[in-house]
């Protein structure tokens, strides 16, 4: 097979209409590279005995070691289709949970994806992502069920029990197409519903006749499923190189038996059968105890193939199929030793895996003008805006996207999902041409010339050590030569030229870009209506260029076509294609969108499947080398869409990632190929979080405890509040009430800590997007902006209000959700602040909805009020972040602010702002209002400070700087006390993985998990074969290593995956000291022994550099010998 030129890929990128792009996704270990092998040998880029071998794709060289795939690469091919011939841009990707997010960037560029599946394991966790994946980017899967040849080798099933097994897979795919369909459909639903009693202003009909269909009657869904007479799926073997789809057996079968194709179509998948006497096809196998067409025409053909040459390596049953199916083997793979090179000379022919999957591909998947107006607008969404509310111009680049025109007028829209890195020598540009013939002279002579002064030298060195012998008689020539590769080291000049350069990962959804052509770059937050606004009409980015934000122009200085390892030079890619974009390192850090009109929204931004969760400190193993290093770590986290670089305020370089694997392959990335320098990496820092609990009603030695332990821990909590937790300014109640004083003795507040409960605390974390959200909005209303939120935001928000009070019942969290006042930490964090006050009044944080009461009531509250109400938010938010126990985060924790005075010590000009004691406070509300109409309307700290400074002139009593600041604090260490009255808990991260074992192995794998602290959820047989699935959770502090050790413990055949899934409170308490008799007897003096939650918090204080208590010297008395004893 000849390698298609480039000229003629140039010519296809031309036709939108035949190009196709799309990914492989699966589970990992599918075989996707190895499909792709079999693709690309297709034309002629690998040979095809290597292909499945040589995993093409995985370029990097710890890919090939380790066997994984860590990155998503893509490659263009050539495919002629009946009459046409069609531009394939095929996009690898990863399967490991840990590079889900270059699943993502691959996603985002494609129209259509092929879903690998492996026969034996069926659909796995990873394949539910993937196809998750898909269906939230809009795009359409065929499915390929690999690894067939599993079947008959490994599990050596019979071709009867294989379509059981097959079928079985195919309902397990299309059970979760199903399922994502099904939450479509109801949302939409409920969106509808939700429209319509706007419109009608109250609920349907009355309340009187209820409709409980869920609508999904109505809507067609056959479009979605796999099927193989639909001939969306290919079942296949990538080793072996072999692959069919039913069309292929029909038109095999179809003038061999004298029945149409259509029919057979129809009927060579499902339960159908031959019968031979009527000579009809009829309906019931199943029943009848009868072969199915499938297993009689398809399966039973291959089983007797593998049986022929791999079972039974019978010679002449070998030789009659070869004849039989008319294909042509070698004599070399005729006698090879390994069956399997025969095998795949025989398949490829026969069925050759590349034609079955690419004629699938051009069949059934969408070409880039095929995209769906529902596609675009969900790509050109903005924020929390409607797509009706995106100014005109914006709306009409719709029609761009639509018509994916390449014409001189269409405007350019380009996005790129991720930047790479490749070896500057790697490029095109830089790439080695062949010699011309003089050139070859030319380097010859040069050539010759240095071995004859190599020679002369060396004979005068021989010359001169004859008469002084070198003194380790080293040979003389081995030492001219040390010394000619010491001078020409020496003689180099310093690598200036940075080695990497980074492409973008990229596609033209709309008009032609041109090399060297000057566009503009649209960051995430760029507004096209601020744009519109600001720029001159008609600005193009080859002008000079108003400042606007998240706005800049870059220009595109080489266009690559994508070709896996390599890269080839492009003048112009049309709209439609996949390709790589050179020089656009300083203006694009991950993603972009690139266009010529200002008016192009950015694209919404990729969803990330994967958290960062491990992190590790950098440094140099030399500290000259830190400038390195950091350069070193900016690219790395330019290059990896994932992987998050950060220092922290310790002035520690950190490096977040999403898993082991991901972990060790950007070390390794910034030690060979950014920094290139040694670096130390510190143990992984495990994040945990601090949270109250309710008072435990059981002592560690699981007895109740008694009215009078209960008094001996009051007395203890009275001991500590007498030992200096209260002072002047401080007051701990038994209750846990914590009333602290600013230093100026201005203002008090009383703050409680209490335990948010469990699903409070989940719904607040999953729901962060939501909270982030409605902090801007509130944001933008204090403001006095007017934002144009989209339907479904509002939905979003009141539907978290509606959650969080059906969770927050019972007296004690009477009225809590209307009197939140903040989340934090980071203002969207899973604690909350609560307004406890009941004379303090603010705006509900819920105001953007448009209902409560008290929205309307704020309304007329004074802005000056609430100059320090941000101080107090400020204050939470710190406490928040970073408890007492380790200055980890908080999580799950409420602080309710159960009172909160001012008291004034400023001449009365001045107590604008001020809150009096309860019996003035009506008036000094109402005086407050007055002083707002006089125009004092400054927000926040700011306003504060400012008042503060005044203040500041007017006495001497503030000497302790602005009241805000010192108001902060307060909060801050109110919060603190609060929370240190309640016990304390550490939460701990934990992953879920789900194990494939065998029974041999299930123990050893039950035995590492034990180990480790892992849980076992449950446990059940995969259907068919022998392997059992374990699903677990394992706290992430005891995770590394973890894969490893199962893998060395079960031989290799269990390979768990590990994916984030909460956090867990972890039951023993840090603090805890025995206290009674019991305990004593039970845990020992030290008690030490099983604190795993102490183990913790000691790790991470002692990494901190904060002070840990622990007894170093355990037995101060002398050891005296027995003998001198006696
Ligand atoms: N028996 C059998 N093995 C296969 C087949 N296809 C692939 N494999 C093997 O499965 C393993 C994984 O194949 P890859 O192609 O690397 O899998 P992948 O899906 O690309 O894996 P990741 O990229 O790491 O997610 C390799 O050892 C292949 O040799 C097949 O059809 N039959
Ligand atoms: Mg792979």
Redesign the pocket.
């Given at each position: 097979m000849r390698r298609t030129s480039l000229e003629k890929v140039v010519l296809l990128q031309k036709n939108p209409a035949n190009i196709r792009n799309l990914c492989?996704l699966?589970?990992?270990?599918?075989?996707?590279?190895?499909?792709?092998?079999c693709l690309v040998a297709s034309n002629g880029i690998i040979s095809s005995r290597l292909a499945?071998?040589l995993?093409y794709?995985?370029s990097r060289e710890d890919?090939q070691i380790?066997?994984?795939?860590?990155k998503s690469s893509a490659i263009s091919l050539h495919y002629g289709h009946g009459d046409q011939e069609y531009l394939l841009n095929l996009i690898?990707?990863?399967?490991?949970v840990d590079?889900s997010s270059e699943v993502s960037t691959a996603v985002r560029l494609c129209d259509g994806a092929i879903v690998?599946v492996?026969?034996v394991e069926g659909v796995c966790p990873?394949t539910q992502a993937v196809l998750r994946q898909a269906w939230l980017e809009n795009i359409r899967p065929v499915l390929v069920i690999?690894?067939?040849?599993?079947l008959i080798?490994?599990l050596k099933l019979s071709s009867q029990e294989a379509y059981a097994h097959l079928k079985k897979i195919l309902e397990q795919v299309n059970a979760v197409m199903g399922s994502l369909f099904t939450s479509k459909v109801l949302e939409e639903r409920a969106e509808k519903e939700e429209e319509k009693e706007e419109k009608d202003g109250e609920p349907s009909i009355g309340g009187q006749v209820y409709d409980w269909s869920a609508g999904l009657e109505e809507v067609d869904d056959s479009h979605l499923y796999f099927s193989p007479d639909q001939g969306n799926v290919v079942f296949?073997?990538?080793?072996?190189g072999w692959g069919f789809s039913i069309q292929q057996f029909a038109s095999i079968y179809s003038p061999r038996m004298g029945i149409k194709t259509a029919v057979l179509l129809k009927t060579l998948w499902g339960d159908f059968y031959l019968n031979t006497k009527a000579k009809k096809i009829m309906k019931g196998a199943q029943v009848k105890g009868k072969k199915t067409l499938f297993v009689q025409l398809v399966l039973d053909n291959i089983w007797s193939l593998y049986d022929a040459v791999v079972t039974r390596r019978d010679k002449e049953k070998v030789e009659k199929v070869v004849t039989s199916l008319g294909v042509k083997v070698m004599a070399r793979d005729l006698r090879h030793s390994d069956p399997k090179v025969l095998l795949s000379a025989i398949c490829s022919q026969w069925l050759p895996v590349s034609q079955a999957v690419l004629s699938m591909v051009c069949e059934k998947l969408p070409s880039p003008l095929d995209i769906t107006a529902e596609r675009v607008e969900k790509l050109m969404k903005v924020g929390a805006r409607q797509f009706d509310s995106l100014p005109k111009d914006t709306q009409e680049l719709k029609t761009a996207f639509l018509q994916c025109s390449s014409e001189e007028d269409a405007p350019l829209i380009i996005f790129v999902s991720k930047m790479f890195a490749v070896e500057t020598k790697a490029l095109p540009q830089h790439r080695q041409r062949p010699l011309t013939q003089e050139e070859i002279c030319e380097r010859r002579e040069l050539a010759r010339q240095r071995h004859a002064d190599r020679m002369a030298a060396d004979q005068t060195a021989a010359q001169s050590q004859s008469e002084s012998p070198s003194q380790d008689g080293q040979p003389a020539a081995l030492c001219t030569a040390k010394m000619e590769s010491l001078t020409l080291r020496e003689s180099r000049p310093e690598e200036e030229e940075p080695t990497e350069t980074f492409v973008a990962f990229a596609r033209v959804y709309s008009g032609k870009v041109k090399k060297g052509q000057k566009v503009f770059v649209l960051g995430p937050k760029y507004d096209p209506a601020r744009g519109l606004s600001t720029l001159p009409e008609g600005c193009r980015a080859a002008d000079v260029v108003p400042e606007v934000p998240h706005l800049s122009c870059c220009s595109t200085e080489n266009l690559y076509l994508l070709m896996g390892r390599e890269l080839e030079e492009l003048e112009d890619v049309p709209a439609g294609n996949v390709l790589g974009i050179g020089g656009l390192e300083d203006c694009v850090l991950k993603s972009a969108t690139l266009s010529s009109a200002p008016a192009c929204p950015p694209f919404t931004p990729l969803n990330f499947e994967a958290t960062p969760i491990v992190r590790v400190a950098i440094e140099p193993t030399h500290p000259s080398d830190m400038p390195k290093l950091v350069r070193g770590m900016r690219l790395l986290n330019q290059a990896d869409p994932c992987a998050e670089v950060l220092i922290q305020e310790t002035g520690e370089h950190v490096l977040v990632t999403a898993g082991e694997v991901h972990l060790q392959r950007c070390l390794d990335d910034l030690r060979d190929r950014f920094a290139k320098v040694e670096i130390s990496v510190s143990k992984p820092i495990i994040p945990f979080r601090e949270t109250v609990i309710r008072p435990p009603k059981l002592d560690m030695v699981n007895e109740e405890l008694g009215r009078q332990h209960k008094v001996a821990i009051i007395h203890q909590v009275k001991d500590e509040a007498s030992q200096g937790r209260s002072s002047d300014t401080l007051h701990v109640d038994a209750g846990g009430l914590v009333t602290i004083t600013t230093p100026n003795r201005l203002a008090t507040v009383c703050v409680r800590a209490v335990p948010l409960p469990e699903e409070v605390t989940r719904l607040l974390e999953s729901s962060a997007e939501v909270i982030r959200t409605l902090e801007q909005v509130n944001m933008s209303l204090r403001e006095g902006k007017n934002l144009d939120i989209s339907l479904g935001t509002v939905e979003a928000i009141g539907g978290l209000k509606a959650q969080l009070e059906s969770l927050l019942l019972g007296r004690k969290w009477r009225n809590a959700v209307e009197r939140i006042w903040a989340f934090g930490p980071r203002r969207c964090g899973p604690n909350i602040l609560l307004n406890g006050d009941e004379a303090y009044r603010r705006p509900s944080v819920w105001q953007c909805l448009g209902r409560g009461d008290a929205a309307g009531e704020a309304a007329g509250q004074t802005a000056a009020l609430r100059d320090f109400d941000n101080s107090i938010i400020s204050g939470f938010q710190l406490a928040a972040l970073s408890g007492p126990m380790c200055e980890e985060p908080l999580m799950g924790v409420c602080f309710s602010v159960e009172r909160w005075d001012m008291q004034s010590a400023a001449p009365p000009q001045h107590q604008d702002s001020l809150e009096e004691d309860s019996p003035s406070r009506e008036a000094s509300d109402s005086r407050v209002e007055g002083s707002s109409a006089t125009g004092s309307r400054e927000e926040g700290a700011e306003g504060g400070r400012n008042q503060a400074g005044r203040r500041q002139e007017a006495g001497p009593a503030d000497c302790y700087g602005p009241v805000s600041g010192q108001l902060i604090a307060a909060m801050k260490e109110a919060c603190r006390h609060a929370f240190q009255a309640q016990p304390q808990r550490l939460m701990a991260a934990m992953y879920t993985c789900d194990i494939m074992a065998t029974a041999e192995v299930l123990g050893r794998v039950y035995g590492v998990l034990g180990k480790r602290e892992g849980r076992v959820l449950h446990e059940e047989m995969k259907e068919g074969t022998d392997m059992f699935i374990i699903q677990a959770v394992l706290p992430v502090a005891e995770s590394f290593g973890f894969a490893d050790e199962i893998r060395k413990r079960t031989s290799g055949l269990a390979s768990p995956q590990l994916v984030f899934s909460h956090w867990e409170v972890i039951g023993s308490d840090p603090n805890w000291v025995p206290t009674t008799e019991e305990e004593y007897l039970h845990f020992g003096e030290k008690a030490d022994s099983a604190n795993q939650a102490l183990k913790y918090m000691n790790a991470v204080r002692r990494r901190k550099g904060l002070y840990v208590e622990e007894k170093i010297v355990e037995h101060g008395e002398k050891q005296r010998t027995l003998s001198k004893n006696k």
């Amino acid at each position: 097979m000849r390698r298609t030129s480039l000229e003629k890929v140039v010519l296809l990128q031309k036709n939108p209409a035949n190009i196709r792009n799309l990914c492989i996704l699966a589970h990992v270990d599918h075989g996707k590279t190895t499909l792709a092998d079999c693709l690309v040998a297709s034309n002629g880029i690998i040979s095809s005995r290597l292909a499945g071998k040589l995993r093409y794709l995985d370029s990097r060289e710890d890919e090939q070691i380790r066997g994984i795939t860590m990155k998503s690469s893509a490659i263009s091919l050539h495919y002629g289709h009946g009459d046409q011939e069609y531009l394939l841009n095929l996009i690898d990707s990863p399967g490991h949970v840990d590079f889900s997010s270059e699943v993502s960037t691959a996603v985002r560029l494609c129209d259509g994806a092929i879903v690998v599946v492996d026969a034996v394991e069926g659909v796995c966790p990873q394949t539910q992502a993937v196809l998750r994946q898909a269906w939230l980017e809009n795009i359409r899967p065929v499915l390929v069920i690999n690894k067939i040849d599993r079947l008959i080798v490994e599990l050596k099933l019979s071709s009867q029990e294989a379509y059981a097994h097959l079928k079985k897979i195919l309902e397990q795919v299309n059970a979760v197409m199903g399922s994502l369909f099904t939450s479509k459909v109801l949302e939409e639903r409920a969106e509808k519903e939700e429209e319509k009693e706007e419109k009608d202003g109250e609920p349907s009909i009355g309340g009187q006749v209820y409709d409980w269909s869920a609508g999904l009657e109505e809507v067609d869904d056959s479009h979605l499923y796999f099927s193989p007479d639909q001939g969306n799926v290919v079942f296949a073997s990538a080793i072996d190189g072999w692959g069919f789809s039913i069309q292929q057996f029909a038109s095999i079968y179809s003038p061999r038996m004298g029945i149409k194709t259509a029919v057979l179509l129809k009927t060579l998948w499902g339960d159908f059968y031959l019968n031979t006497k009527a000579k009809k096809i009829m309906k019931g196998a199943q029943v009848k105890g009868k072969k199915t067409l499938f297993v009689q025409l398809v399966l039973d053909n291959i089983w007797s193939l593998y049986d022929a040459v791999v079972t039974r390596r019978d010679k002449e049953k070998v030789e009659k199929v070869v004849t039989s199916l008319g294909v042509k083997v070698m004599a070399r793979d005729l006698r090879h030793s390994d069956p399997k090179v025969l095998l795949s000379a025989i398949c490829s022919q026969w069925l050759p895996v590349s034609q079955a999957v690419l004629s699938m591909v051009c069949e059934k998947l969408p070409s880039p003008l095929d995209i769906t107006a529902e596609r675009v607008e969900k790509l050109m969404k903005v924020g929390a805006r409607q797509f009706d509310s995106l100014p005109k111009d914006t709306q009409e680049l719709k029609t761009a996207f639509l018509q994916c025109s390449s014409e001189e007028d269409a405007p350019l829209i380009i996005f790129v999902s991720k930047m790479f890195a490749v070896e500057t020598k790697a490029l095109p540009q830089h790439r080695q041409r062949p010699l011309t013939q003089e050139e070859i002279c030319e380097r010859r002579e040069l050539a010759r010339q240095r071995h004859a002064d190599r020679m002369a030298a060396d004979q005068t060195a021989a010359q001169s050590q004859s008469e002084s012998p070198s003194q380790d008689g080293q040979p003389a020539a081995l030492c001219t030569a040390k010394m000619e590769s010491l001078t020409l080291r020496e003689s180099r000049p310093e690598e200036e030229e940075p080695t990497e350069t980074f492409v973008a990962f990229a596609r033209v959804y709309s008009g032609k870009v041109k090399k060297g052509q000057k566009v503009f770059v649209l960051g995430p937050k760029y507004d096209p209506a601020r744009g519109l606004s600001t720029l001159p009409e008609g600005c193009r980015a080859a002008d000079v260029v108003p400042e606007v934000p998240h706005l800049s122009c870059c220009s595109t200085e080489n266009l690559y076509l994508l070709m896996g390892r390599e890269l080839e030079e492009l003048e112009d890619v049309p709209a439609g294609n996949v390709l790589g974009i050179g020089g656009l390192e300083d203006c694009v850090l991950k993603s972009a969108t690139l266009s010529s009109a200002p008016a192009c929204p950015p694209f919404t931004p990729l969803n990330f499947e994967a958290t960062p969760i491990v992190r590790v400190a950098i440094e140099p193993t030399h500290p000259s080398d830190m400038p390195k290093l950091v350069r070193g770590m900016r690219l790395l986290n330019q290059a990896d869409p994932c992987a998050e670089v950060l220092i922290q305020e310790t002035g520690e370089h950190v490096l977040v990632t999403a898993g082991e694997v991901h972990l060790q392959r950007c070390l390794d990335d910034l030690r060979d190929r950014f920094a290139k320098v040694e670096i130390s990496v510190s143990k992984p820092i495990i994040p945990f979080r601090e949270t109250v609990i309710r008072p435990p009603k059981l002592d560690m030695v699981n007895e109740e405890l008694g009215r009078q332990h209960k008094v001996a821990i009051i007395h203890q909590v009275k001991d500590e509040a007498s030992q200096g937790r209260s002072s002047d300014t401080l007051h701990v109640d038994a209750g846990g009430l914590v009333t602290i004083t600013t230093p100026n003795r201005l203002a008090t507040v009383c703050v409680r800590a209490v335990p948010l409960p469990e699903e409070v605390t989940r719904l607040l974390e999953s729901s962060a997007e939501v909270i982030r959200t409605l902090e801007q909005v509130n944001m933008s209303l204090r403001e006095g902006k007017n934002l144009d939120i989209s339907l479904g935001t509002v939905e979003a928000i009141g539907g978290l209000k509606a959650q969080l009070e059906s969770l927050l019942l019972g007296r004690k969290w009477r009225n809590a959700v209307e009197r939140i006042w903040a989340f934090g930490p980071r203002r969207c964090g899973p604690n909350i602040l609560l307004n406890g006050d009941e004379a303090y009044r603010r705006p509900s944080v819920w105001q953007c909805l448009g209902r409560g009461d008290a929205a309307g009531e704020a309304a007329g509250q004074t802005a000056a009020l609430r100059d320090f109400d941000n101080s107090i938010i400020s204050g939470f938010q710190l406490a928040a972040l970073s408890g007492p126990m380790c200055e980890e985060p908080l999580m799950g924790v409420c602080f309710s602010v159960e009172r909160w005075d001012m008291q004034s010590a400023a001449p009365p000009q001045h107590q604008d702002s001020l809150e009096e004691d309860s019996p003035s406070r009506e008036a000094s509300d109402s005086r407050v209002e007055g002083s707002s109409a006089t125009g004092s309307r400054e927000e926040g700290a700011e306003g504060g400070r400012n008042q503060a400074g005044r203040r500041q002139e007017a006495g001497p009593a503030d000497c302790y700087g602005p009241v805000s600041g010192q108001l902060i604090a307060a909060m801050k260490e109110a919060c603190r006390h609060a929370f240190q009255a309640q016990p304390q808990r550490l939460m701990a991260a934990m992953y879920t993985c789900d194990i494939m074992a065998t029974a041999e192995v299930l123990g050893r794998v039950y035995g590492v998990l034990g180990k480790r602290e892992g849980r076992v959820l449950h446990e059940e047989m995969k259907e068919g074969t022998d392997m059992f699935i374990i699903q677990a959770v394992l706290p992430v502090a005891e995770s590394f290593g973890f894969a490893d050790e199962i893998r060395k413990r079960t031989s290799g055949l269990a390979s768990p995956q590990l994916v984030f899934s909460h956090w867990e409170v972890i039951g023993s308490d840090p603090n805890w000291v025995p206290t009674t008799e019991e305990e004593y007897l039970h845990f020992g003096e030290k008690a030490d022994s099983a604190n795993q939650a102490l183990k913790y918090m000691n790790a991470v204080r002692r990494r901190k550099g904060l002070y840990v208590e622990e007894k170093i010297v355990e037995h101060g008395e002398k050891q005296r010998t027995l003998s001198k004893n006696k």
